[in-house]
Structures are given as C-alpha cells and as structure tokens.
C-alpha cells in the first residue's frame, strides 16, 4: 500500500502502457512549471509621481530629447535612486514649537530643512488623472513634434499652483499693461501724472528703510501653493546669528530665479523659522523699480535695487543698533550672463571674475553665505549656444548695450505640457551654505578679496559634492566655474 502511495503514477512509457496510461510529455509538463513559477505574483511598476507634496504625474518631456535623465524628471520613467548615507531625521524644532525637518548623512554633516510647502491644501480627495490628449503639430526644430494637452479633471490645488506661478510669472507684464489701460480713461490722468512722477522721483528702492516691505503679503499662504508647485524646499546647513549681518549669495541664475523668490522674497518655505531674527531683502535690477504699478509689488514683496547705494544702505541702516545687525541681502550673483548657461542637469556659474559682491561684504562687514538652489536650470529648456553661435553672439550684444538679455527659452503651458512659458514642475532645493566671516575694511585690499573670494568658491564646491548625489541624481556634468 505504502508502495502504491509512493508511485501513485508510473513515469517509464512501458509502465504506463501496462498500466493503460497516456504517455506523458515531460516537455510540456517543463514548460508548464515554467509557466506557472513565471505566474508569481508580481508588483507592477507604480507611476512616477514626482517628489514633495505633489501626488500627480509630472509634465511629460518632449520626445526630440534623448537624455534618459531628462525623461526621468517628467514621468515616463521611474528614476533610478542611488544608494546613499543619508537618513532623516524629525528631531528639530524652533523656539515656537513647529518641527523641521533635516538630512544627515553617516559623516556628520547635518542639513534642517524648512517647511513642507502645500501643506494644509490638500484636503480633498480626487481619483487619479486621465491620460492627456495627444495632438500632432507642426514640424519645427525648436518645439516637440507632439503635443500633450492637460485633462479636463485636474485637481483645485494643482489649478491654484498654476495659476500662482503664471501670476508671477506675468507680473510685469501684466501690471503694465493695466497701467496703460487706465492711461486710456481720462477720468485717472490727474491721479497717473503725479504718480508718476513719484515713480520717478521716489528713492524707496535705494534707501534702505524698508518702509514699504509688508510682511503680510510676503507671508500669505497662496505663496505656499506657488513653492509646491515646483515643489520648492529651503536647506540650512548651519545656524546664522541675528548679531551679525549678510550677503546672500544665490546660484545659479537660471532663467527666472524662481527659487530665490521663494526662498528669500516669500514665507513659503520658512526662512524666518530656519534664520529666526535676520531680515533678508531679495535684490533684482534698478529697472524693474521704474515699472509702474510692479514697483509696488516688488517693493512689498522686501525687495529692493541691486545697486552699490541700495546695499550698503540696507547693510548699514536699521536692526536693533540701527547699523544693519540682523539684515541680509541676497543677490543672484551670475546674472543675466549667467542666464544664456541655464541648460537642464548642468551647473555652469559664471563666478571668477565676480568680486564685486566680495568687497560690498567687506565694506560693509558683512558675512558672506554662498546658497546653490539644485534644479533652478532644470526649469526650462533653452537653445543651446553651441548649436546657435549666431543668437548667442546677438545676445551678449544686447547684454552688453541695454544690461539685460533676452534667453530663448520654453517649457509647459498652462494648458499643455510642452510648449509655453511654464517651468516645469521640478524639484528646487535651496541649500544654505555656512557662512564665511569677514573682517572690515574700508578699503578693501585685493589679496584679502582674492581670499575670500578663494574661501566663497571652495564651500560652494563642498555644497555641490556633498549633496548632488541626493538632489541632482540626473546631472550629465559636474559643476563649473567660469568667466
């Protein structure tokens, strides 16, 4: 019995003719084993919704790009992660109690990040998005053979992200041309001759007072939708005295800079909580305070002119010794020239012939603190200066005539993914580097500049070697410095 339990089944072919049993085909019986172990369970691939507290899919990338990388920061891939050191910790809070976050690495070196921007939106619930239309358009060198219309269910946050970042997107644009409307009805004319005017005539952009910086506007919580859109993240590597004052050094330019104004021209990401007692004024051009209307909003957003005036009178007025302790400027150190270099994963700063910022600090006394924003060039896509050398050459023209440049650049539209003058919904980390002291002096000497300036560029390099493997996974080159 025991037998005939052990070879219930014969498997010889002479047995199982004895037996009166079909022959048995060990092939096909191979082949289904193989079949049934290749049946296993398998997870399938989850769909790449990005990073932060966006849970939709990204904007998908134009075909005619080859990088692999690239397609990976749109969401037709699964990024590959790297394995690194770096753990997370939640075992930071301000004196108000609010919990930051920080990225620590085995080595020691600590990283406390400021707020989650977004959060508090996303109340309601929304079922995942449709697949976007695909349309085929016309040939052209520069814009994707095809286009991908936005779905019609997108959800209320993701709309309200849009509609901020467009908003400020065409700020200037937009408030011009209200001003010129209203210059088109006769009944304003006596209000618009005397403001302008003022306009004219008005120092607040160089004064230094700050009279006109509304912290209720800077910290409104739409700001937190515009920061999430990207989604933008501010980085502390040390701690900042409020007895001591700064100069901000921001990189790289990009095209629009918008991760300094989130940063540094908004409460969106918490600056006040990771620098509790320092006052940071965010730095753009004198010509941008002639606009009519944007100056106001520029000018309550806490900026202020680049100019050498506007910096030492901010840098020298006001705190609590009415010497400018507690103050911080933050200028976009490349520039417009900069700008032409803003190419997706590369980093290529145009720094070595930039002291002018060096001496202000050391004028002034104050300590420089260098701060690379990873994934501002990741924003838009722009023609190539080695492919076009006639439009390059024609730009640094214009940079050279009227101080500005004009990069010819797209990304997404606001309702495609492809074509427009969107960024691309990207990740932005700000990281803080730890500041570099100075010692005064009213003249400064050009050995002592050349240190610093020697000291300034090193912790950049420390900033990008320690954490581009955590925020700049898709890099095809390492950083640069030139010019």
Not at 105 to 123: F, Q
Not at 355 to 373: E, Q, S, W
Request: with cysteine; net charge positive.
């Amino acid at each position: 019995m025991a037998s005939a339990t052990l070879n219930a089944e014969p498997s010889l072919l002479n047995e199982r003719e004895q037996n009166q049993l079909p022959p048995k085909s060990y092939v096909n019986a191979a082949e289904e084993n193989v079949n049934l172990g290749s049946r296993k369970e398998q997870i399938p691939p989850a769909q790449y919704t990005g990073q932060g507290e966006d849970d939709a899919p990204r904007s998908p990338r134009k075909k005619t790009h080859k990088k692999s990388g690239s397609l990976r920061m749109n969401g037709h891939q699964p990024p590959k992660r790297k394995e690194t050191s770096v753990v997370v910790v939640e075992d930071f809070q301000d004196k108000n109690g609010e919990r930051l976050t920080g990225l620590k690495r085995n080595d020691t070196i600590e990283l406390v990040s400021g707020r989650k921007a977004g959060a508090g939106w996303e109340k309601s619930q929304y079922e995942p998005l449709p697949r976007c239309i695909r349309f085929i358009s016309i040939a052209d060198p520069f814009y994707p053979p095809s286009i991908h219309f936005a779905p019609l269910s997108i959800p209320l946050k993701r709309r309200l992200q849009t509609l901020l970042v467009l908003a400020h997107t065409l700020s200037v644009a937009g408030l011009l041309t209200i001003f010129f409307l209203l210059c088109a009805i006769p009944l304003f004319w006596p209000i618009l001759v005397p403001y302008l005017l003022y306009v004219i005539l008005s120092a607040a952009p160089h004064s230094g007072n700050l009279s006109h910086r509304s912290d209720f506007l800077r910290s409104l919580k739409i700001w937190s939708l515009f920061a999430s859109y990207f989604p933008a993240r501010l980085h502390r590597s040390a701690e900042l005295p409020s007895t001591r004052k700064y100069v901000f050094g921001y990189h790289p330019h990009g095209i629009i800079s918008h991760g300094a104004f989130a940063a540094f021209a908004t409460e969106a990401l918490g600056f006040s909580k990771l620098f509790p007692g320092i006052t940071n004024t965010l730095l753009t051009l004198d010509n941008n305070f002639r606009v009519p209307l944007y100056r106001e909003y520029a000018l309550a957003m806490g900026l202020a002119s680049v100019s050498r005036e506007s910096c030492e009178n901010i840098l020298s007025r006001g705190g609590p010794n009415k010497e400018g302790m507690g103050r911080a400027i933050t200028i976009v150190v490349g520039g417009a020239r900069e700008s032409l270099d803003a190419q997706p994963h590369s980093l290529r700063l145009v720094l070595k012939c930039r002291k002018g910022f060096i001496k202000l600090a050391i004028r002034t006394g104050a300590d420089l603190v260098p701060v690379l924003a990873f994934g501002e060039n990741e924003l838009y896509d722009q023609v190539q200066s080695e492919q076009h050398p006639l439009i390059h050459r024609m730009q640094l023209v214009v940079k050279k005539v009227m101080g500005f440049t004009i990069p010819l650049f797209h990304a997404r539209g606001v309702f495609n993914y492809d074509m427009g003058l969107m960024p691309y919904r990207r990740p932005l980390n700000v990281v803080v580097g730890k500041p570099i002291k100075v010692v005064q002096q009213g003249k400064p000497d050009d050995a002592y500049v050349d240190e610093i300036h020697a000291l300034y560029m090193s912790e950049l390099e420390r900033i990008w070697q320690e954490w581009k493997d955590q925020f700049a996974m898709e890099r095809t080159s390492e950083l640069e410095i030139v010019e």
